[in-house]
């Protein structure tokens, strides 16, 4: 179920840079940017950041940014034990942070910084009870 909800999470994102390339296979929790729990093998962390991706191609080093967008899915809400989400750096194109985002009721890290979210911060966040780090900055 877990593999499922990640596979629909990546159906609508952009990935330029094929960085979800190793989204594939059975074990999700050898994906890019996701993280498990060793005793339990449940989805516990997606650290999705921007970031470069290098390659090494006739002894030179090519690097493009990992930038992710569009749209956040509300199959994230599948992850029940999820309960650190780091998204920023990427470009979600002005749309707003999506309200479920406040009923992934075990999120204790949530970072959406520099992610180009727009309109105002959805009052769900506040449902968050057991969240001990948010960081929502914006380019000026």
Known sequence: MERQALLKFKEGLKDPSNGLSSWVGQDCCTWLGVGCNNQTGHVIKLDLKSQPVCNQV???????????????????????????????????????????????????????????????????????????????????
Do not use: M, W
């Not at 920023?88 to 707003?96: A, C, E, L, V, W």
């Open 58 to 140: 006739a002894g030179s080093v090519f690097c493009k940014e990992l930038t992710l967008g569009v749209e956040l899915s509300p199959s994230l809400l599948d992850l029940k034990y999820l309960n650190y989400l780091y998204l920023s750096y990427n470009d979600f194109q002005g749309i707003p942070i999506p309200n479920f985002i406040g009923s992934l009721n075990r999120l204790s890290y949530l970072d959406l910084s520099y992610a180009s979210f727009g309109g105002t911060i959805p009052p769900h966040l506040g449902n968050l009870s057991n969240l001990y780090y948010l960081n929502l900055y914006v380019f000026d």
